[in-house]
């Protein structure tokens, strides 16, 4: 007999989630962080390493890629049991959990704690058991004994929420604020999980397709162990099963560059969101540059996400900016709101400007500037104010072709009404060197697309 845990989960999950924005969270949480994360779509690309299918049991033991085995296929070594009393035991090459009576919420934990990751593991579980991966999770004495929470990447049964973003433990419900069906969970089968964790931005996908693209709200943690979940059952439910196998992780530096895929189509430069930016793949600008970052606990930095297209002579990028306080009085471009496009168009990567290279920069009243030896003739942009923010859309002078790769960064000043830059978030190069030094800039690709 099964259970509808999901079902029940939901209820609770969504009065909590109400009850939490509706008493802590405020207007500014609510305006900053849920408008941004309702106004994404997924976009299946920035995978670092690997593809989407491929793990096999040949991988068992091996490193490739950057990635680590976090099970040996042989014993529980590298994991210890948090919360619960579920049991755990490897069983033919796969970590198998199973619910017991009166348990609740059981969690394997990994021994090490991991922060920007990729990681991959296939998984299978009993109809009517609801399951998850914890990712950046804690569990500390002095938060209800011990209790296991941070975010969890859902497992269950089609149809269900799976590969979607619950925060674990927190009274917090989903962090995904909308969970479309996407009938890509094999209810019968192993399925292969891949989670892409990089700063703020989470990414799941499931056999291959994309299930999630979110930024966290900063609330959720930003660091801590991973987590195989085996949930509490009702009393006369179960046992039920899940196993895991082939998890392993590759971890991100800080500092690796980054890489986007620009689609082929030209644009209406009007600061709207037309058709042809539907699905083409998304970054955000998600690193701060330490020289700048001084907000303070109620200011929050302001980011954006940005897409890009290419023709045969122009390349276009459309930035959908996050910020609540639009418009600055300081004195040079750069202390004021706005985003700033660096382009290498050689992909030389030069440690200085030569001609190719450029620094634009547009701000929400439609000021465009330009580093000191670039012509601004060439460039062109249009702005739009949005409820939480702005979009602003440009076309830089570039000649496009499948395959070519260019350096590209993108970096979003903010003043947050104090006379001058407080945040300034950049897609790849954390240092503010991007605007004489363009050699740590992002990679764009042009493609055809869709
Ligand atoms: C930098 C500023 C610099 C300006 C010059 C910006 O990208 O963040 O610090 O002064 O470029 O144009």
């Known amino acids: 007999m099964s259970v509808s845990i999901g079902n029940f989960k939901n209820v609770v999950r969504i009065a909590a989630f109400a009850v939490f924005f509706g008493v802590l969270g405020g207007a500014l949480l609510l305006s900053s962080t849920l408008v941004a994360q309702t106004a994404i779509s997924c976009t299946p690309v920035t995978l670092l390493a690997g593809s989407g299918s491929g793990v096999t049991n040949s991988l068992a033991g091996k490193q490739e890629d950057g990635f680590v085995e976090l099970f040996n296929g042989k014993d529980l070594d590298g994991w210890e049991q948090k919360n619960g009393t579920a049991t755990y035991e490897v069983v033919d090459g796969t970590i ?11 969690f394997l934990c990994s021994e090490k704690e991991y922060g920007d990751f ?40 089609d149809p269900g929420e799976s590969g979607y973003i619950y925060s674990e433990g927190t009274k917090r419900g989903w962090v995904s604020p909308t969970r479309t069906q996407k009938n890509v ?3 019968e089968g192993w399925n292969e ?10 990414q799941t996908w499931i056999n291959g397709t994309c299930v999630e693209d979110i930024e966290m709200p900063a609330i959720e943690s930003a660091k801590g162990f991973l987590g195989l979940q085996v949930h509490g059952v009702k009393k006369n439910a179960g046992p039920f099963k899940v196993q895991w196998k082939n998890i392993r992780i590759r971890e991100i530096s800080g500092d690796e560059r980054r890489q986007v895929k620009a689609f082929k189509g030209t644009p209406k430069v009007d600061g709207k969101v037309d058709d042809l930016w539907v699905g083409v793949p998304r970054v955000l600008t998600s690193r701060s540059i330490d020289e700048v970052d001084e907000l303070s606990d109620d200011q929050k930095a302001s980011t954006a996400w940005v897409r890009c297209l290419w023709d045969e002579g122009h390349l276009y990028c459309l930035a959908e900016v996050t910020d609540d306080a639009i418009g600055s009085e300081a004195g040079d471009e750069w202390d004021r709101d706005g985003v700033e496009f660096f382009i290498d168009r050689n992909f030389a990567r030069t440690s200085t400007y030569d ?17 000191s030896e670039n012509d601004l003739s060439t460039y062109q942009s249009a702005v739009t104010k949005t409820k939480n923010g702005y979009i ?39 240092s503010n060197d991007t605007y004489f030094d363009i050699s740590n800039a992002g990679t764009l690709e042009m493609v055809e697309g869709n």
């Open 185 to 187: 969970f094999k209810n």
């Open 118 to 157: 990729e990681l991959v593991f296939e998984v299978k579980v009993d109809k009517g058991l609801n399951s998850g991966v914890q990712i950046r999770s804690v569990s500390k004495p002095d938060y209800k004994e011990g209790r296991v929470h941070g975010p969890q990447v859902e497992i269950e049964w």
């Open 96 to 106: 198998l959990g199973q619910t017991v009576k009166g348990s609740p919420n059981s």
């Open 392 to 430: 602003v859309e440009v076309c830089i002078d570039l000649k496009g072709k499948v395959g070519k790769k260019i350096g590209f960064d993108v970096q979003v000043n903010n003043d947050p009404g104090d006379g001058r830059r407080m945040s300034a978030m950049k897609w790849n190069d954390a």
């Open 193 to 202: 999980y891949r989670v892409l964790a990089d700063g703020p931005r989470i």
């Open 355 to 371: 001609d190719d290279d450029a620094q634009y920069r547009t701000e929400p009243d439609g000021n465009e500037s330009a580093g």
